[in-house]
């Protein structure tokens, strides 16, 4: 398997500019995560998928930032307009069901470094 | 509030001796902990997780402890290697769905 494959790798935008971020989750995973890593937040959970439904989504910073899943094996992160402020790596992770949620690992993609200018 | 916090973001460790990572918690309904490991322009990956049951949990080199009464976690690696060198996220996860990080650690192993 190849793997969380996240695109673009690195994304240079100017202010005001629409940014879309694209994740595939590992084939038959059921759950699936956005994540941000900046230096001064550390890695924080956006939302997350279950079954390609938003089920949390309390971690999203504002409303110009959205996420869909459209089916199993994709999902988007966009933010309009971009911000220099969410400059920040981000990560897609994906994660299988199992009886018991917690102990299962999360699989990461290689993220996604923004800079928005 | 932060529910995990790992208080050193660095440690210096030498070839061969003990790495001792710490990790505390607030949020008294994570059902299992996690670590994980962190190379520059990678992913996270999945390294030990220990159950809220336990208190500990060993996996080659890799150990991880849990005292629940002071709500406290540690990762020791034995020996350590350059390869190590990384940064390793402590994370606590419920049943309900979510997994929360600490900010990381970076860890250097001299050779």
């Known amino acids: 398997d190849a793997g969380v494959i996240q695109s673009p790798r690195h994304e240079v935008t100017e202010m005001g500019q629409e940014v879309t971020l694209r994740c595939k989750p590992i084939s038959g995973h059921d759950y699936l995560f956005w994540y941000r890593q900046t230096m001064m937040r550390g890695l924080e959970l956006l939302i997350y998928f279950n079954n390609n439904v938003p089920i949390d989504d309390s971690g999203m910073p504002e409303d110009r930032f959205s996420a869909k899943m459209p089916n199993a094996s994709f999902s988007t992160l966009k933010i309009q307009p971009s911000e220099p402020r969410d400059s920040a790596v981000y990560f897609c992770?994906?994660?299988?069901?199992?009886?018991?949620?917690?102990?299962?690992?999360?699989?990461f993609g290689p993220g996604t470094r923004l800079l928005v200018l | 509030d932060q529910q995990v916090k790992q208080n050193s973001p660095s440690l210096s460790v030498q070839e061969g001796r003990i790495s001792i990572l710490n990790c505390d918690y607030t949020?008294?309904?994570?059902?299992?902990f996690l670590w994980y490991k962190k190379y520059p322009a990678e992913g996270p990956t999945f390294l030990i997780s220990i159950s809220s049951i336990k208190d500990k949990n060993e996996d080659g080199r890799f150990t991880v402890f849990l005292n629940k009464s002071a709500k406290h976690l540690s990762l020791h690696i034995v020996p350590s290697q350059p390869g190590d060198s990384a940064v390793y996220f402590c994370a606590g996860s419920t049943n309900a769905g979510k997994s929360t990080f600490g900010d990381g650690t970076t860890l250097t192993v001299k050779p």
């Open positions: 949020n008294s309904m994570f059902d299992y």
């Open positions: 992770a994906s994660s299988p069901t199992t009886g018991a949620w917690a102990e299962e690992t999360q699989y």
